[in-house]
């Protein structure tokens, strides 16, 4: 085992240690306070959608136990948490009237950080996007935008004085391609046309995002957080180190190209361009607005092999074997040396701002024994990518933190609740909280950095 204090060692003095969490995976309160529903919450009650049927009713009940939570925060000995925003609290309805008590519970949020004095860095989207929306055609609609837009000058103008960094999206190859091409998250989609729109809108309304950010707090650091591929060929032919090529831009390109380029990648816009909605004058500018930083959440490497079939569609990939034979519980492959050549071709093949790792952590399913969780295979998979994330930094890579993903057990999304990623065990018929082995390890590893020295 890695001690946390060598470890810690490596790292420079204003280095973030934080924990991250999303709205609908542990807040629960889902009709509470003036909330309406969200596409998940509809998506989650549809039989065969999620697994068990599970909801996000209950979830972690951290709605009704904020003081706690933040207490348990405060007691891993981290600097920042990571959380995100419920737009269907905010404006339920996603346009319309503003939901004051839906407000209320962040700033209590943000207060309750402010006091504790641990650093705020919110997240505008995480998945839950408004359902009464879907009327209009949801993500594959250009006035979704600018209906995300006026929820994020909204947020901006109550709680932009006390965030220390805000992200417009999480994780848009989820809400894109998972959620409109794949169908495995919502609104359930398999369509290409319908992921093509939703790419689209879902870039402008980042750009349009950051303006609404900018225009209420200009100092306040805005970026967004991205689930980089480290896409590996599954062997050295010419057809799929080709094909992993095509991966590469179908499932990074078309986020980092628009943001950090202001251009859609080459070869995916050769193949489906035709099939994109209008980009009208002016968009790419938008989407492409300097950032402060950016947020890079990582887990596992994408192995791909070309796919024989000549109706293939772009980017005609098929799935290539593991070269590990670890295994998270979720079946997700471990090996951390692609968090490392990932940050590395990121930044040789775009101009990128300071890096955030905003989620990395492990799905093992441990429960407690006498008091106890251990869930050592945790605990190396954080330890083995914290130490990549030190060599980074040694080469000179400008990564200023990292986020343990999960504070808690919680809502993993189809997986339901059988799937535990949290560094803190959730008993989740009576929402008691067992620090795990590998939070008491990530506590002491935190513990190790003096708090508030760096703005």
């Not at 990623?421 to 950095?449: C, M, N, P």
Request: hydrophobic share 40%; net charge negative; proline share 5%.
């Amino acid at each position: 085992m890695i001690d946390p204090k060598i470890l810690a060692q490596r790292f420079p003095g204003d280095f973030v240690f934080g924990v991250a969490t999303a709205s609908f995976q542990i807040e629960g309160a889902t009709k509470a306070d003036g909330r309406k529903p969200s596409i998940w919450d509809a998506f989650s009650n549809m039989p065969g959608r999620v697994f068990g049927r599970h909801n996000g009713d209950v979830a972690c009940d951290h709605y009704n136990r904020l003081e706690e939570d933040l207490d348990l925060i405060k007691s891993l000995g981290v600097e920042a948490y990571r959380f995100s925003i419920a737009w269907p609290r905010i404006i339920p309805e996603g346009t319309g009237p503003i939901n004051e008590k839906g407000l209320d519970f962040y700033d209590r949020l943000v207060d309750g950080l402010k006091a504790r004095n641990i650093r705020a860095f919110a997240t505008l989207y995480h998945w839950d996007l408004p359902l009464a929306l879907m009327g209009e055609g949801g993500w594959t609609a250009r006035t979704t935008a600018y209906a995300f837009q006026r929820y994020a000058k909204t947020v901006i103008a109550r709680l932009g004085d006390r965030l220390d960094a805000v992200a417009t999206f999480n994780e848009p190859w989820c809400s894109v391609w998972l959620s409109h091409l794949y169908g495995i998250h919502a609104p359930g989609e398999r369509n290409m046309d319908a992921a093509l729109h939703a790419l689209h809108f879902t870039n402008l309304a980042h750009g349009l995002g950051v303006d609404a950010i900018r225009s209420e707090r200009p100092n306040l650091p805005a970026g967004i957080v991205i689930n980089a591929h480290s896409v590996y060929p599954g062997s050295d032919r010419k057809a799929d180190t080709a094909a992993a090529e095509r991966a590469f831009d179908f499932h990074n390109g078309v986020f980092f190209g628009p943001i950090f380029r202001g251009e859609y990648p080459e070869s995916f816009m050769s193949a489906l361009g035709h099939r994109m909605p209008t980009i009208e004058d002016g968009d790419m500018e938008t989407i492409s607005r300097p950032l402060d930083w950016w947020g890079l959440n990582y887990y596992t490497p994408m192995r791909v092999s070309a796919d024989p079939a000549k109706s293939a569609e772009y980017p005609a990939t098929i799935n290539a074997k593991a070269v590990s034979e670890t295994k998270t519980d979720i079946g997700w492959e471990v090996y951390a040396p692609a968090l490392g050549s990932l940050v590395r071709t990121l930044n040789a093949t775009y101009q990128l701002p300071d890096c955030y790792i905003t989620e990395n952590g492990a799905c093992y399913n441990m429960g407690v024994e006498n008091g106890i969780v251990d869930d050592q295979p945790r605990l190396d998979y954080i330890a083995d990518h914290l130490s990549v994330t030190a060599d980074l930094i040694a080469e000179g890579y400008p990564m200023r933190g990292y986020f343990a993903w999960s504070l808690t057990d919680n809502f993993e999304w189809a997986e339901g609740y059988k799937m535990r990623f949290g560094i803190v065990h959730v008993d989740y018929d009576t929402q008691v909280r067992t620090i795990k082995k590998s939070g008491h390890w990530y506590q002491a590893l935190a513990e190790e950095f003096p708090k508030g020295n760096h703005a």
